[in-house]
């Protein structure tokens, strides 16, 4: 969780001047309480002082580790690409403030909000108040229900925003079913558009942002929509007595423009809430099957009983689960392909879509990922499970899937519980899925132990198939670079 301010122009002599000179202080010196109090009075961990320094930088000059993370946890932007983040990086006093900054550094690519926050923006273009724009990706990721508030359209998928409030599951599971366009209006008032076009893009990106002014109607909308965790926060920050006041709400007379909220580590989180509504559809697809074993699959259809919102069923063996195109099209082209061609010769479309050579646990473990953007564990067999994985992400073109699977497999990579000849076949198997985690894993392994791996059957065809390859790539010279690598390394530690 992180709060930041928007950027304010700060002249010396200034409240907000003198507020940003002590945080920088309070950083430089590791006072934790201090930059605790500055922080959640509101001052912005993002901007610089009179000799264009961060906070950040600061800490990471005087090497203050905990001071260097409490700025992140708030908020404080850090990326080795730009020329802010080099400096932080390079001016570190020791190396574990730059394992710090390597734990906190985002990647642009990943996650979840980055995937799904592009979408919500094309759905509702800037500057667009009318009908809803059309969506060229296709009807999988158009969005499938329309809200006017103030007259203003505020497009969204129902699987969003059922994950992210429990008020709208149960509305969009029974009196909104049928809806696909409505104007909101709570029991008691009426929102304004800016804090609820705040708080659905919220529940894309794990972010909030809106205008001081629109503190109280957002808690309002908030304490609706029983975003209790959301609320809490809010309560915290910006007690109700001072809510009507927000554009002084620093006492050293500081004015705010904007609140920005930041959840990357909170348990209401974008990952943790489809997790959730994943592990319902998992439970409804269990009774389903039991419930269904006899019927026709072309037949059986989606049963609207439940409240998982699902609009797809997937077989896969002898089961059947509950999925949600616009999650399965996003994450994966191959089913963003697969759903938009669910129609036969005689143009019938059916709800339910069959996928072969691949088991009910891979795939289930599959959805766990596209869900939740990670895997808990590899169940009972890790080495079976995670090379049927690494299959499944070439199939269905999941490519950020493997370096997940090998974070989870690497510890069962070891020679007291796998045999030499099983990291050979590992070695290969890295090769073939592009696995460069396994593949220098396993390499290493070699290297601390050539004479075990030198008496397994299974190491001679490796180093016979690797002897017409480039020098760089031959594996006996690449074992010895490494073998000498690790020496040096443990006389550099003597």
């Known amino acids: 969780m992180g709060l930041i301010i928007s950027k304010i122009?700060?002249?010396?002599?200034?409240?907000?001047?003198?507020?940003?000179?002590?945080l920088c202080q309070a950083a430089r010196a590791g006072n934790c309480a201090e930059l605790a109090r500055l922080i959640q009075a509101g001052a912005d961990v993002n901007a610089c002082d009179r000799w264009d320094a961060f906070p950040l930088y600061h800490a990471c000059l005087t090497g203050q580790l905990e001071a260097a993370?409490?700025?992140?946890?708030?908020?404080?932007?850090?990326?080795?690409?730009?020329?802010?983040?080099?400096?932080?990086?390079l001016s570190a006093l020791n190396l574990g403030i730059r394992r710090l900054l390597r734990e906190y550094e985002a990647d642009p690519r990943a996650g979840l909000p980055a995937t799904l926050l592009p979408v919500f923006l094309a759905c509702n273009q800037a500057g667009d108040d009318s009908a809803p724009p059309t969506d060229a990706a296709g009807a999988e990721l158009s969005p499938d229900i329309t809200w006017y508030v103030?007259?203003?359209?505020?497009?969204?998928?129902?699987?969003?925003?059922?994950?992210r409030s429990p008020y709208f599951r149960?509305?969009?599971?029974?009196?909104?079913?049928?809806?696909?366009?409505?104007?909101?209006?709570?029991?008691s008032y009426s929102p304004s558009f800016e804090a609820t076009y705040g708080l659905v893009r919220y529940f894309y990106s794990d972010r909030l942002e809106v205008a001081m002014e629109h503190i109280e109607d957002l808690a309002r909308?908030?304490?609706?929509?029983?975003?209790?965790?959301?609320?809490?926060?809010?309560?915290?920050?910006?007690?109700?007595?001072r809510r009507g006041d927000g554009a002084r709400h620093l006492d050293r007379g500081c004015p705010q423009k904007r609140f920005v909220l930041q959840r990357r580590f909170a348990p209401d989180r974008l990952s943790s809430a489809l997790r959730r509504i994943l592990h319902d559809c998992l439970a409804n697809s269990r009774k389903e099957d039991r419930r269904n074993n006899n019927t026709p699959l072309r037949t059986r259809g989606i049963s609207s009983e439940?409240?998982?919102?699902?609009?797809?069923?997937?077989?896969?063996?002898?089961?059947?689960?509950r999925c949600h195109q616009m999650i399965l099209a996003l994450r994966s082209e191959y089913f963003r392909t697969r759903l938009s061609r669910r129609t036969d010769f005689r143009q019938h479309h059916y709800d339910v879509i069959e996928e072969h050579d691949v088991s009910?646990?891979?795939f289930e473990k599959m959805l766990e990922y596209i869900y939740t953007d990670e895997l808990q564990d590899l169940g009972d067999d890790p080495l079976t499970q995670a090379e049927e994985l690494l299959d499944v992400a070439s199939r269905y073109l999941l490519f950020q899937l493997k370096p997940v699977v090998a974070k989870l497999l690497l510890p069962h990579l070891v020679l007291y519980r796998v045999s030499p000849a099983q990291l050979c076949r590992w070695l290969t198997l890295s090769d073939m899925y592009d696995v460069v985690e396994v593949r220098e894993h396993c390499l290493d392994i070699m290297a601390c132990n050539f004479e075990t791996f030198a008496e397994a059957r299974e190491f001679r065809p490796l180093l016979l198939a690797s002897r017409k390859s480039a020098p760089a790539d031959n594996l006996v010279n690449n074992l010895q670079r490494r073998w000498l690598r690790i020496a040096a390394a443990g006389l550099s530690e003597r």
């Open 360 to 362: 009910a646990e891979a």
């Open 9 to 22: 122009k700060k002249e010396t002599g200034s409240p907000a001047a003198d507020i940003q000179s002590e």
């Open 69 to 89: 993370r409490m700025l992140l946890d708030a908020g404080a932007d850090y990326c080795e690409s730009t020329s802010e983040g080099k400096r932080c990086y």
């Open 221 to 241: 909308v908030c304490e609706t929509c029983e975003c209790d965790d959301l609320l809490e926060t809010i309560d915290r920050l910006f007690p109700r007595k």
């Open 306 to 321: 439940y409240d998982d919102l699902a609009d797809v069923s997937i077989k896969v063996g002898d089961r059947v689960f």
């Open 170 to 187: 149960r509305k969009l599971a029974t009196s909104w079913r049928n809806l696909k366009a409505l104007r909101v209006t709570f029991d």
């Open 150 to 163: 103030e007259g203003r359209a505020i497009q969204a998928h129902r699987v969003i925003l059922a994950a």
